[in-house]
């Protein structure tokens, strides 16, 4: 190899060592180098998985309700009792203590709530 030669080829090694450092590997960003993958499916919406306990305890003025709930496996929450607040007052009208509910939490707070 030519002297001459030599530093060119060195400064196109280089810039390719750099472009192939970045992340993608230097490819273009729409095709992520995979030739058959179709369009990028869209998440699943999070759905707040049901809660089945008992009421103990209705409290209208504060807005809470105190609930001995099952174990949930989706939350990693073993089985416990505990006041929450609901998301709307209007939401404890429909149930009575000692009744067996189902619920969802939202926010940390109970988004709905019917008989079971």
Known sequence: MSKRLLPLV???LVAATATLAQPGGG???GGGGRASAGPAKPAKPYAAPDLIGVVKAIDADTGRVTIA???SDALGWPASTQPFPVAKTALLK????????????ESQQISAIKPF
């Open 10 to 12: 060195l400064v196109c």
């Open 94 to 105: 429909d149930v009575t203590v000692g009744e067996k509910v189902r619920f969802q939490l």
């Open 27 to 29: 490819r273009p960003r």
């Open 69 to 71: 709930y099952e174990a």
